[in-house]
């Protein structure tokens, strides 16, 4: 076999393995191999058909990234209308419903249906001719819709080609585009990050994505598919049941509902419909109902059709989850690390079959983006058990007097200054160690074995002497006598006198450690030994400014601040003072003059490969001694730590001399360039 013959071969293994990968994964929701793998065989095909451009395929997994940008969709003419169905909102219609079906059919047994979720996402038909997608259209009116096969072609779910044999000449798929609400989030969430305007929901989300103009953006979207009819069929007869259709189609490679079921009678469809009723919100995706169908096509055809729907069919549709209320008033609440949320009281409103009278509106960032005020007239959305959230505003219903939404100065609780990061969403109570909404997480890292180290106190013991009155604050856990402790649930008079111990040990400690027990935000463990080299003392590092504490190594302008606006807190520092007061004492040293002195100033690492530890430790740990950790290797890197596994970056490395350390070797030069430590 020649080279291009054995290259040709090897194209067309990639295209069926992963073709092979897309169905587990999609449509029989059993993946086979982990996403790494899948990874590897694409970018070998996508090597194969870059370097041997007559390889690549119209149908090849590698060409759905997107082509070139639509200046309009196309129309199309649906030959066999997408047709929409009548709802049922109560049991009595849809009981009438099944009377009526039986009654046209002359019929005194059990209907048989098929049953599957309503999902809630935009219409979708797919044309394959002799088993190659054709083309994608949206419902549009039910008649007319538009040409987004370009975009069609980028979701994965959907196959480019058709698996196995048997399939009609002409083959018309009927299904629901959507976007799984895991992926919603994500995206959400990419798009608060570049700015740019978030989605009011799954449904909004699937469709604007489904009708981009550049199929390169629709590429990036997370969208889903599941097919659950057909439209125009030619050359080959289908079988006699929905359900059976709906099997064959699975078959070929198009993913349907796992929820899909065969049920009998009315008191089948009902109990379905309250079952999936309680599963809903556990279900990875949306949905706003259950769809039921007469199962026997034969049946279908005799029932026919009235108006634009289906006789054979109907939807149960869900109690509503959005809602249109007012907003009365903002508030301000202060979560367990401090963060502080609006909070809107709205007028009661029933969404979902539950009333609502509160919401989130998220940070300021989300108030501002929505631009919601006081007085407002707001779509509340809900999910579940999932907070209730402020969708969107509506500015053509907004009163002459709607009152902005202010992030006060001051915390709502303990009245610490509230401290807003301009580059972040979230603002946060700076009164760590003494705010009564932080309390319990503020001791639970005091005591960690990262930090002092308190032996015996746990998280449940924390919960009950905070619940108790019998702390209010770190610095009481020094003043805890064994009686007190004895009292408690789970607790004896050994483990009482043992915790006393440990408290008593725990009173001599390390700068550094005290330093990161604090729960400064975002001073972690090498953070915290860096500010204690560089100022030798806590009094030093409280009385710095923010320009002296960005001369420490590892320290910018955003921890610069958080330290800063920490030990400017009246009640943080009266809490440090009790500390001291408790005798916690450390071993101060002499500052360093300048951070050149640390031991690897100067030195730029790289990581790369699987180390024994996470990634970040050892960052930490170099980063605290000075050093520089970039992720890229340049002539100017000191030394790459290769662990297991290690790829291209070790090759680069070795290409311009730069030195490389195995694990064994980077713990002897971190043992050589840290300090002793009292």
Same mark, same amino acid.
């Given at each position: 076999?020649?080279?291009?013959?054995?290259?040709?071969?090897?194209?067309?293994?990639?295209?069926?393995?992963?073709?092979?990968?897309?169905?587990?994964?999609?449509?029989?929701?059993?993946?086979?191999?982990?996403?790494?793998?899948?990874?590897?065989?694409?970018?070998?095909?996508?090597?194969?058909?870059?370097?041997?451009?007559?390889?690549?395929?119209?149908?090849?997994?590698?060409?759905?990234?997107?082509?070139?940008?639509?200046?309009?969709?196309?129309?199309?003419?649906?030959?066999?209308?997408?047709?929409?169905?009548?709802?049922?909102?109560?049991?009595?219609?849809?009981?009438?419903?099944?009377?009526?079906?039986?009654?046209?059919?002359?019929?005194?047994?059990?209907?048989?249906?098929?049953?599957?979720?309503?999902?809630?996402?935009?219409?979708?038909?797919?044309?394959?001719?002799?088993?190659?997608?054709?083309?994608?259209?949206?419902?549009?009116?039910?008649?007319?819709?538009?040409? &987004?096969?370009?975009? #069609?072609? %980028? @979701? *994965?779910?959907?196959?480019?080609?058709?698996?196995?044999?048997?399939? !009609? =000449?002409?083959?018309?798929?009927?299904?629901?585009?959507?976007?799984?609400?895991?992926?919603?989030?994500?995206?959400?969430?990419?798009?608060?990050?570049?700015?740019?305007?978030?989605?009011?929901?799954?449904?909004?989300?699937?469709?604007?994505?489904?009708?981009?103009?550049?199929?390169?953006?629709?590429?990036?979207?997370?969208?889903?598919?599941?097919?659950?009819?057909?439209?125009?069929?030619?050359?080959?007869?289908?079988?006699?049941?929905?359900?059976?259709?709906?099997?064959?189609?699975?078959?070929?490679?198009?993913?349907?509902?796992?929820?899909?079921?065969?049920?009998?009678?009315?008191?089948?469809?009902?109990?379905?419909?309250?079952?999936?009723?309680?599963?809903?919100?556990?279900?990875?995706?949306?949905?706003?109902? &259950?769809?039921?169908? #007469?199962? %026997? @096509? *034969?049946?279908?055809?005799?029932?026919?059709?009235?108006?634009?729907? !289906? =006789?054979?069919?109907?939807?149960?549709?869900?109690?509503?989850?959005?809602?249109?209320?007012?907003?009365?008033?903002?508030?301000?609440?202060?979560?367990?690390?401090?963060?502080?949320?609006?909070?809107?009281?709205?007028?009661?409103?029933?969404?979902?079959?539950?009333?609502?009278?509160?919401?989130?509106?998220?940070?300021?960032?989300?108030?501002?983006?929505?631009?919601?005020?006081?007085?407002?007239?707001?779509?509340?959305?809900?999910?579940?058990?999932?907070?209730?959230?402020?969708?969107?505003?509506?500015?053509?219903?907004?009163?002459?007097?709607?009152?902005?939404?202010?992030?006060?100065?001051?915390?709502?609780?303990?009245?610490?200054?509230?401290?807003?990061?301009?580059?972040?969403?979230?603002?946060?109570?700076?009164?760590?160690?003494?705010?009564?909404?932080?309390?319990?997480?503020?001791?639970?890292?005091?005591?960690?074995?990262?930090?002092?180290?308190?032996?015996?106190?746990?998280?449940?013991?924390?919960?009950?002497?905070?619940?108790?009155?019998?702390?209010?604050?770190?610095?009481?856990?020094?003043?805890?006598?064994?009686?007190?402790?004895?009292?408690?649930?789970?607790?004896?008079?050994?483990?009482?006198?043992?915790?006393?111990?440990?408290?008593?040990?725990?009173?001599?400690?390390?700068?550094?450690?005290?330093?990161?027990?604090?729960?400064?935000?975002?001073?972690?463990?090498?953070?915290?030994?860096?500010?204690?080299?560089?100022?030798?003392?806590?009094?030093?590092?409280?009385?710095?400014?923010?320009?002296?504490?960005?001369?420490?190594?590892?320290?910018?302008?955003?921890?610069?601040?958080?330290?800063?606006?920490?030990?400017?807190?009246?009640?943080?520092?009266?809490?440090?003072?009790?500390?001291?007061?408790?005798?916690?004492?450390?071993?101060?040293?002499?500052?360093?003059?300048?951070?050149?002195?640390?031991?690897?100033?100067?030195?730029?690492?790289?990581?790369?490969?699987?180390?024994?530890?996470?990634?970040?430790?050892?960052?930490?740990?170099?980063?605290?001694?000075?050093?520089?950790?970039?992720?890229?290797?340049?002539?100017?890197?000191?030394?790459?730590?290769?662990?297991?596994?290690?790829?291209?970056?070790?090759?680069?490395?070795?290409?311009?001399?730069?030195?490389?350390?195995?694990?064994?070797?980077?713990?002897?030069?971190?043992?050589?360039?840290?300090?002793?430590?009292?």
């Amino acid at each position: 076999m020649s080279l291009d013959q054995a290259t040709r071969a090897r194209a067309e293994t990639l295209r069926e393995q992963i073709a092979q990968h897309n169905y587990q994964y999609f449509v029989l929701d059993d993946p086979r191999i982990p996403d790494s793998e899948y990874d590897r065989l694409f970018r070998e095909l996508q090597a194969l058909e870059a370097a041997h451009p007559a390889l690549v395929t119209p149908d090849s997994p590698t060409q759905r990234v997107g082509g070139t940008p639509l200046g309009a969709f196309d129309e199309v003419v649906h030959r066999v209308p997408m047709l929409s169905l009548e709802n049922a909102l109560t049991a009595d219609a849809m009981a009438e419903f099944d009377r009526r079906v039986r009654r046209r059919l002359d019929r005194d047994t059990e209907m048989t249906y098929a049953a599957e979720p309503k999902l809630d996402g935009l219409a979708i038909s797919l044309r394959y001719q002799d088993g190659k997608l054709l083309q994608g259209a949206t419902r549009g009116d039910g008649t007319r819709g538009e040409d &987004v096969t370009q975009n #069609v072609r %980028t @979701i *994965a779910a959907i196959p480019l080609q058709l698996r196995g044999r048997g399939w !009609p =000449r002409l083959l018309e798929v009927r299904g629901e585009v959507f976007m799984p609400k895991r992926g919603f989030e994500a995206l959400n969430r990419r798009q608060r990050e570049q700015d740019a305007k978030t989605f009011a929901n799954p449904r909004n989300a699937a469709a604007g994505s489904l009708r981009q103009l550049d199929p390169k953006v629709t590429a990036t979207r997370p969208l889903m598919t599941f097919c659950y009819g057909l439209g125009e069929v030619e050359g080959h007869p289908m079988t006699a049941t929905h359900s059976d259709n709906m099997a064959l189609l699975q078959d070929w490679g198009l993913p349907i509902s796992p929820e899909l079921q065969v049920l009998s009678g009315l008191d089948g469809c009902l109990a379905y419909f309250a079952a999936m009723g309680a599963r809903r919100d556990t279900l990875p995706y949306d949905i706003d109902g &259950v769809v039921f169908k #007469v199962n %026997t @096509i *034969a049946d279908q055809e005799a029932l026919g059709f009235v108006s634009r729907a !289906p =006789r054979w069919a109907i939807a149960q549709k869900f109690p509503a989850q959005e809602a249109l209320t007012e907003i009365k008033a903002v508030e301000f609440q202060v979560g367990r690390t401090g963060a502080v949320t609006p909070v809107a009281r709205l007028k009661p409103v029933l969404v979902g079959g539950v009333t609502v009278s509160n919401a989130t509106l998220h940070n300021m960032d989300e108030v501002e983006r929505k631009d919601v005020r006081v007085g407002d007239t707001v779509y509340v959305r809900r999910a579940g058990d999932v907070i209730p959230e402020i969708v969107r505003m509506l500015p053509e219903r907004r009163p002459a007097d709607a009152t902005p939404v202010v992030m006060p100065a001051n915390c709502p609780v303990c009245g610490s200054a509230i401290e807003r990061i301009e580059s972040e969403a979230v603002a946060r109570c700076s009164g760590g160690l003494y705010c009564a909404a932080q309390r319990k997480e503020s001791v639970k890292h005091f005591a960690a074995r990262r930090a002092m180290d308190i032996d015996g106190l746990g998280e449940k013991l924390i919960d009950q002497l905070i619940d108790q009155a019998l702390i209010s604050d770190p610095a009481d856990l020094f003043g805890l006598s064994v009686d007190a402790l004895a009292g408690l649930q789970r607790m004896a008079q050994k483990s009482a006198h043992n915790l006393v111990a440990a408290l008593h040990d725990a009173r001599r400690t390390t700068l550094d450690r005290f330093l990161f027990a604090l729960g400064i935000r975002e001073v972690g463990e090498a953070t915290a030994q860096s500010l204690a080299r560089q100022f030798g003392g806590l009094d030093a590092i409280a009385a710095a400014t923010e320009e002296a504490l960005q001369e420490t190594p590892d320290v910018g302008p955003i921890v610069a601040r958080h330290v800063h606006t920490f030990f400017r807190q009246p009640h943080n520092q009266e809490v440090i003072a009790k500390l001291r007061d408790a005798g916690l004492e450390w071993a101060e040293t002499e500052p360093l003059a300048a951070a050149g002195q640390l031991p690897l100033s100067g030195k730029t690492f790289v990581l790369t490969g699987t180390l024994s530890e996470p990634r970040t430790q050892v960052k930490e740990r170099l980063q605290a001694l000075g050093a520089k950790v970039t992720g890229s290797v340049s002539k100017n890197t000191a030394y790459l730590v290769a662990g297991e596994e290690a790829g291209s970056k070790l090759s680069k490395a070795e290409a311009l001399g730069v030195a490389v350390l195995d694990e064994q070797a980077l713990r002897e030069l971190l043992a050589a360039a840290t300090p002793p430590t009292d």
